[in-house]
């Protein structure tokens, strides 16, 4: 491992398969490059490329039942309360839009002579580049591809060392996979699978090329991808919907792609050819440059160095790339995929899902310096909101807004599936909220709390008008523990309960943010200050277990999986901090609570292993935390070190990042933390460039045999 270079994620052949190819993005334009010899593929993907347009699922059911649901939870009658929430609760109908490719870009080559050697496959994280090289015969071939945010464009540079002799075919599709990776004249079937969701190809101009499609679905998305081919040398002449060029000394092409989600119907297509004129006049040099000086501005905000683990500070660097490239202002948050998926239709709809993955998706945005990549979260929190009080009003007769444990490109806001362990969860919404809080505590931004403090508001008053009274206290019901379920002591297994005690923490959690922004802004209209002072009083306080751990649910039941995925009550230990050092029992029992959890096999998936990581980090126990993030890279990554849950999910990656970072700074409530949960094995490091709560930087860190040698904070 100590042969890894920490920028560069390196292959020696070509990727057979998606989960070997490399990423590329600029936010909204993504790519997947396989670095085939004789057919280059480019899977490719535009963020708002998604099935079918708004629907209202809100479940007209609901408000008429739910008194009745939350009578037979108090009564003990769990599974006739379940079936009538599968009923009642469930959106109609029961599916969110689902996130799909926007196709493929191939690269034919017309070689006579099939054999290479020296051939290379990198991603070069610091300078955002994926290149391909190879010698076939005595030219020395390279391919260069970037996906740019300055030029809203992908492009891909071939080049050789010796002139003319760069003949191949460009085509775009929207399709499947090929079926099979043979040089294409020895294909029977050419354009295996190319273009099976297509409305039309053609050509727009010289060697510019354009496909149309429609997504799907009632009032669909329409989606316009161009592709412009640029030779020096040679010849490039335009058949059917193929470029094909013969003996060119060096070629460029440029890709772009536009949907109807971002601008009118009539003009999709258009918006995607002046995407391309706006770059064709650029040479390759101009485009790299103005690439990698953007991408640099935020990935050199950090660097991290650790003498003998490479391997976590390449997976560090590959994480922060990830999140620059799936998440940048205007385009989409990055989903369970980042932007990266090749399936019509991916697992779990390549969503939103907001019981924990999206919000992990974000954890290393402040942190690791990269604040602005949250921008994207936060305008679509705004329109979740707006479909959330229609939501709170029609299903449930509240005010405030509301969203469940899933969401999509439109904000939907109804539950997702008919999954008892997973829909009837009402803290999406919450939840996501606190992003809000945690970006003002990390930038003091009073204009940015201003403008997003409402959102806070009200998720805060759906949560107290859902409250109901149990002894004396004030619980959610019906909820859930995501995606958990419960032993009654007759041997019935539940899953819907009342007072969860992952619902308390953020209720908590949110309740004491709303109380700490007013006092921020000195907004007294419209403030809830007062009725959440009230209504923290009566939140149930957490529990230890008979076996020492922390409470799951409101009773002490046994759980029918110890180590399940979701680790929902240690929610107060991180992403929160209500339990700390200054809660000794409940710290101890946190420990407890992991530890039980790992021993009947937790952490099984890549993104739960990562929520592990930061939850040891906040305990303090640096070698533990170590040992799950090696667990995690070596054992739970797919070869192109994407996360695997299985299968492929982000989350994983950036809940990994988060958890570096937590390692060796901590700032909360005022107190800085320097080397909180350093492990034996970091001998000697240096960090720059970490951010702090209370808007300072960590301008460098540096350490030796666990001993803080130079440290600088700057506010």
Same mark, same amino acid.
């Given at each position: ?5 920490? *920028? ?14 490399l ?18 593929r ?22 008429e ?20 929430c ?17 196709g ?59 002139k ?47 496909m ?5 679905g ?41 949907t ?29 440059k ?33 999140l ?157 523990s995501?995606?958990?379920t ?7 297994k ?8 992952m ?46 751990t ?17 680790i929902s ?36 998936s ?23 993030? *090696? ?31 937590e ?5 909360i409530?005022g ?21 702090l ?10 350490w ?9 904070v700057e506010?």
């Open positions: 491992m100590n042969n890894i270079d920490v *920028h560069k994620i390196e292959f020696d052949k070509p990727a057979d398969n998606w989960n070997e190819a990423p590329v993005g600029n936010g909204r334009l993504g790519g997947m490059v396989f670095g085939n010899v004789h057919t280059e480019i899977q490719l993907n535009e963020d708002s490329v998604w099935y079918g347009g708004f629907k209202d699922r809100n479940n007209p059911s609901a408000f039942k739910l008194g009745e649901i939350r009578k037979l939870i108090f009564e003990g009658r769990i599974k006739e309360a379940e079936d009538l599968a009923l009642a609760l469930s959106g109609l109908p029961e599916e969110q839009s689902h996130y799909e490719p926007l493929n870009l191939f690269i034919e080559f017309d070689q006579d002579n099939y054999e290479f050697s020296d051939y290379k496959r990198e991603l070069d994280i610091k300078n955002a580049v994926v290149s391909v090289s190879y010698k076939n015969g005595d030219v020395n071939y390279k391919r260069e591809v970037i996906s740019s945010y300055p030029a809203g464009c992908m492009a891909v540079r071939l080049s050789a060392n010796k003319g002799m760069l003949s191949f075919r460009v085509n775009i599709g929207r399709g499947y996979a090929p079926w099979e990776n043979v040089p294409f004249k020895e294909q029977v079937v050419r354009k295996q699978n190319y273009n099976k969701f297509v409305d039309d190809i053609s050509f727009a101009g010289e060697h510019l090329q354009v149309n499609a429609t997504v799907g009632k009032d669909p998305i329409l989606l316009s991808c161009a592709v412009k081919t640029i030779v020096k040398g040679g010849s490039a002449e335009d058949i059917g919907n193929t470029v094909v060029v013969k003996n060119a000394d060096e070629a460029l092409i440029i890709l772009s792609a536009e109807s989600f971002r601008v009118c119907n009539d003009i999709v297509k258009n918006a995607a050819i002046e995407d391309i004129k706006r770059n064709a006049d650029k040479a390759w040099e101009e485009l790299l103005e690439h990698t000086e953007d991408y640099r501005t935020l990935y050199d905000r950090v660097k991290l160095e650790i003498e003998d683990d490479k391997e976590s500070v390449r997976f560090f660097n590959f994480g922060r790339y990830l620059i490239a799936s998440s940048r202002p205007g385009s989409l948050p990055a989903n369970l995929q980042g932007i990266w998926n090749e399936d019509y239709f991916p697992m779990w709809g390549s969503r939103f899902t907001i019981n924990i993955n999206t919000e992990m998706n974000y954890w290393p945005a402040n942190i690791t310096n990269l604040s602005e990549c949250e921008e994207p979260l936060f305008d679509l929190l705004e329109r979740v909101r707006e479909n959330g009080k229609v939501t709170a009003k029609k299903m449930y007769g509240l005010n405030g807004f509301v969203a469940h444990h899933n969401t999509d490109i439109w904000g939907d806001s109804a539950p997702q599936d008919v999954c008892i362990s997973s829909s009837y969860w009402v803290l999406g919404g919450a939840w996501l909220s606190l992003h809000i809080w945690e970006h003002f505590l990390f930038n003091q931004d009073k204009d940015f709390l201003e403008k997003y403090y409402p959102i806070m508001r009200d998720a805060a008053v759906f949560i107290m008008d859902f409250l109901v009274e149990d002894n004396g206290k004030l619980v959610l019901c019906p909820t859930l995501p995606e958990n419960y032993i009654l002591p007759n041997g019935e539940g899953v819907i309960c009342k007072g969860a005690t619902d308390n923490e953020i209720i908590r959690e949110l309740l004491l943010a709303c109380i700490e922004a007013e006092k921020v802004l000195k907004n007294s209209e419209d403030s809830i200050t007062d009725r959440a002072v009230k209504n923290l009083e009566k939140i149930p306080e957490l529990k230890i277990s008979k076996n020492g922390i409470m799951e649910w409101n009773e002490d039941y046994e759980e029918a999986e110890p180590g399940h995925r979701h009550q240690l929610f107060a230990l991180y992403p929160a901090w209500q339990i700390n050092e200054k809660t000794p029992e409940l710290f101890e029992a946190a420990k407890k609570t992991i530890e039980r959890r790992l021993s009947f096999g937790g952490g099984h890549g993104w739960s292993r990562a929520w592990i990581i930061n939850m040891y980090a906040r305990l303090g126990m640096g070698n533990e935390a170590l040992e799950n993030l *090696h667990t995690l890279i070596e054992k739970q990554t797919l070869p192109n070190l994407f996360d695997n849950h299985p299968p492929f999910q982000i989350d994983g990656n950036f809940g990994a990042v988060a958890g570096i970072a390692m060796l700074v901590q700032s409530n107190e800085i933390k320097t080397l909180p949960a350093l492990p034996d094995k970091w001998k000697k490091g240096r960090v720059e460039g970490l951010k709560r209370g808007g300072k930087t960590l301008r460098v860190l540096e030796e045999n666990g001993v803080v040698t130079k440290s600088l506010q």
